[in-house]
């Protein structure tokens, strides 16, 4: 069955950097973009990153770019974000998340979820 | 950017009936999805492409969509389905956006 199992997370300061893993198994990893989704305390789910299936193109909305890099190693199947500059709006618990077709064509679902880690900026 | 609007809450009693609501302009072929939210635990889905289940979902869920709004159904609500429930679309700027988000509760 596929697995995301994340791990890193923790407390940092303000202005400081954490990155974050995702190891997968159970599909071909090198078969799949992969997505990063996060929720702050109180808040809805947020996309934050997304990587192409062989590492070519990243992206990003406007909350996290210049700061966050998403980035795969296909042959340990896993999923990196670095994050750099981080304050304490990005205290949120992050999920790797891999995206499925739609009838649309597009990969624009969810069908797995990592179980989520813990980011905690603050002083 | 492309905005999804949902209720905060919805209550509903044991056996009954939830409907959560989901607006936005313009979904014409855009598809909705559907994921369930609990404290702790990853986000699950529930529906996709506006009305599919995945495989170990219960028939109790079901997915509509007319015009602006897309529907999630849960007939017969147990105490499990308590939860956050999210609707979700693509869009071609803002790629993955995500409604609000209801909070179901189960009195």
């Known amino acids: 069955q596929v697995q995301l199992v994340q791990s890193g997370g923790g407390v940092v300061p303000p202005g400081k950097s954490l990155r974050l893993s995702c190891t997968t198994s159970?599909?071909?990893?090198?078969?799949?973009?992969m997505q990063w989704v996060r929720q702050a305390p109180g808040k809805g789910l947020e996309w934050v990153a997304s990587?192409?299936?062989?590492?070519?193109?990243?992206d990003y909305p406007d909350s996290v770019k210049g700061r966050f890099t998403v980035s795969r190693d296909n042959s340990k199947d896993t999923l990196y974000l670095q994050m750099n500059s981080l304050t304490v709006e990005d205290t949120a618990v992050y999920f790797c998340?891999?995206?499925?077709?739609?009838?649309?064509?597009?990969?624009?679902?969810?069908?797995?979820w990592g179980h989520g880690t813990l980011v905690t900026v603050s002083s | 950017s492309y905005v999804l609007t949902q209720p905060p809450s919805v209550s509903v009693a044991p056996g009954q009936t939830a409907s959560l609501s989901c607006g936005g302009t313009?979904?014409?072929?855009?598809?909705v999805h559907w994921y369930q939210h609990k404290a702790g635990q990853a986000p699950k889905l529930v529906v996709f492409?506006?009305?599919d289940r995945p495989s170990g979902i219960p028939d109790r869920f079901s997915g509509s969509k007319s015009g602006s709004a897309a529907t999630l159904t849960i007939s017969r609500v147990e105490a499990g389905d308590e939860a956050d429930y999210y609707c979700?679309?693509?869009?071609?700027?803002?790629?993955?956006?995500f409604g609000g988000g209801t909070k179901v509760t189960v009195l």
């Open positions: 998340a891999r995206p499925n077709v739609g009838s649309s064509g597009y990969y624009d679902y969810f069908d797995n």
């Open positions: 492409d506006d009305t």
């Open positions: 313009n979904f014409g072929r855009r598809s």
């Open positions: 990587v192409w299936h062989d590492g070519s193109a990243t």
């Open positions: 979700q679309v693509w869009d071609n700027s803002d790629h993955y956006v």
């Open positions: 159970g599909f071909v990893f090198s078969d799949y973009g």
